[in-house]
């Protein structure tokens, strides 16, 4: 059984940072791909970063400059660091990973920028 945990998310004030982690464990023989994305209540979920297996990195245009995403291949662990942050960066956040038998996916960690 393949488990996602992410961690990192909170509250923080317009401009600030934060560095959300999700933890990959269990049973997985090779990672395609990692990224994470975002929803809104009432939003469709939409990608906000990917890493690929390569090392190969692309950001959805809102986020370009502001995140970063890399990751700790002996750890099975990718992290999303985020700076600048906006009040429309406002969402729960979810981490995934594809891999050869499918794509599994974390519970979300709410991430919420305000004053």
């Known amino acids: 059984q393949v488990q996602l945990v992410e961690s990192g998310g909170g509250l923080v004030q317009p401009g600030g940072s934060l560095r959300l982690s999700c933890a990959v464990s269990?049973?997985?023989?090779?990672?395609?791909?990692m990224g994470w994305h975002r929803q809104d209540p009432g939003k469709q979920r939409e990608l906000v970063a990917v890493i690929i297996r390569s090392g190969f990195t692309n950001y959805a245009d809102s986020v370009k400059g502001r995140f970063t995403i890399s990751r700790d291949s002996a750890k099975n662990t990718v992290y999303l660091q985020m700076n600048s942050l906006k009040p429309e960066d406002t969402a729960v956040y979810y981490c995934?990973?594809?891999?050869?038998?499918?794509?599994?996916w974390g519970q979300g960690t709410q991430v919420t920028v305000s004053s």
């Open positions: 269990g049973s997985i023989f090779s990672i395609d791909a």
């Open positions: 995934s990973v594809r891999t050869g038998a499918g794509t599994y």
